[in-house]
């Protein structure tokens, strides 16, 4: 018998029906599929999974409060090296050297994506000298100092943990906010814009870095568009900002007044002209004169509308009585593009709320989340971002 199998003191076993598991069907085991644990589950050590014989199919991080009751690190009868999370944290860094963002010139990246870097429930997200750390699982929180210890080896600037509310709450930590360093806003540069975010607690770890592809390409699609481009749920002003730097006047819709008021600045740091600021709930009337158009694209980039199955329906609806409000007002051959960031709401409700609206449309490009944010193969519920660019064409 290996060392290993004497030394592990968590063993989960599956039921005889647990359906498929294995590397190609994602890295989760939730609780329906386990059959019984056995040892005293700690986040802090590693789990084996076994069949239903007894026989070691892998190893993972256990989460005994959350429905995902193990997160797989590995396939096959050897457990990951005692090392594997410093081993994994300089890969995906080193990976961030390899996919040419800093040449864009990009200085906010994601360094980390958690099971897309085999680091379940660890989000990193670097601000050019500062680092934001999202921690949302059990097993990642009991980690905490090894994990600080070993950031501070690879970085000397602040960095921040949180632990958000929402996570802790389904996996049984301690939510909070700890700091390391001095810190200020999350100031970075995106394809040579200067932008700036407020340190947490705030969207997400600060910026949509996810979608900083597609604002490059939807800039560069509304250079080649007659009119303005609209951009609903414009956050800090990622779309528009863009699509001014490409010469293509812009108005910015959301309804957080404090994201407008940074966007507005960031037009005045990069010295962008033709940019309007609107707030409003893009789900209401939208009858401000500003966003009457006709516009040449316009971006529709709503918060999660749906973060269970049972909340798609309803906010399919609302989504759907929106875009067809403002499909209306895009110009014959401009292209109107659709953002889910709900793992629930795919490309197949994007089309649907286009074929219900004025005029006809034809799909021209789908798309995820920028490179910075690899998939785990397998790992369905990691496609969280979907982004489908439509063409107007009657
Ligand atoms: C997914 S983020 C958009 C990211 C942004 N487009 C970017 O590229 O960085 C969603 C944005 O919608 C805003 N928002 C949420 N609900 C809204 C509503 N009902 N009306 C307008 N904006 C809303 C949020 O404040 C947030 O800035």
Do not use: N, W
């Given at each position: 018998m290996p060392w290993y199998a004497l030394a592990v003191s968590t063993r989960i076993q599956l039921r005889r029906d647990a359906g498929k598991v294995g590397p190609t069907h994602g890295p989760w085991i939730r609780t329906r599929q386990v059959a019984r644990i056995l040892g005293v589950p700690d986040p802090g050590e590693l789990a084996a999974v076994e069949d239903r014989h007894g026989e070691v199919l892998g190893w993972g991080l256990v989460?005994?409060?959350?429905?995902?009751t193990v997160r797989m690190l590995q396939w096959g009868a050897e457990p990951p090296p005692p090392q594997w999370l410093s081993q994994r944290l300089t890969r995906a860094f080193e990976a961030r050297?390899?996919?040419?963002?800093q040449a864009q010139p990009?200085?906010?990246?994601?360094?980390v994506n958690s099971e897309g870097d085999g680091l379940p429930g660890l989000v990193i997200d670097r601000y050019d000298t500062q680092l934001v750390v999202q921690i949302a699982t059990a097993p990642m929180a009991a980690r905490r100092h090894e994990l600080m210890k070993e950031l501070r080896t690879r970085f000397d600037g602040p960095v921040h943990v949180v632990r958000p509310e929402s996570a802790a709450k389904t996996e049984g930590f301690e939510p909070g906010i700890e700091r390391e360093g001095e810190h200020g806003p999350l100031c970075f540069v995106e394809h040579g814009l200067r932008l700036s975010v407020p340190a947490?607690?705030?969207?997400?770890?600060?910026?949509?870095?996810?979608?900083r592809a597609n604002r490059r390409e939807v800039a560069r699609l509304a250079a080649h568009a007659e009119g303005p481009l609209l951009d609903l749920g414009c956050h800090v002003g990622g779309f528009a900002l863009h699509a001014a730097a490409a010469g293509v006047p812009a108005v910015g819709v959301d309804r957080s007044a404090s994201m407008l008021e940074r966007a507005a600045a960031h037009a005045t740091m990069n010295h962008l002209p033709g940019l309007q600021w609107v707030e409003a709930?893009?789900?209401?009337?939208?009858?401000?004169?500003?966003?009457a158009g006709p516009f040449g694209t316009i971006v529709v980039d709503p918060p999660?509308?749906?973060?269970?199955?049972?909340d798609v329906d309803r906010a399919a609806e609302a989504m759907q009585r929106m875009v067809a409000r403002v499909a209306a007002?895009?110009?014959?051959?401009g292209h109107l593009v659709l953002c889910s960031?709900?793992?629930?709401?795919?490309s197949e409700h994007l089309d649907r709320f286009v074929l219900a609206s004025p005029g006809s449309f034809t799909r021209v490009a789908l798309r995820g989340a920028d490179l910075d944010h690899p998939i785990a193969p397998g790992?369905?519920?990691?496609?969280y971002l979907r982004v489908a660019i439509y063409q107007r064409r009657t």
């Open positions: 989460s005994e409060r959350s429905s995902i050297q390899h996919l040419g963002l990009t200085t906010g990246m994601r360094m947490p607690p705030s969207q997400k770890t600060g910026a949509y870095f996810d979608q709930d893009m789900f209401g009337v939208l009858d401000d004169p500003r966003l999660k509308i749906a973060a269970r199955r049972r007002r895009l110009r014959v051959g960031c709900s793992h629930h709401v795919g790992h369905i519920e990691g496609e």
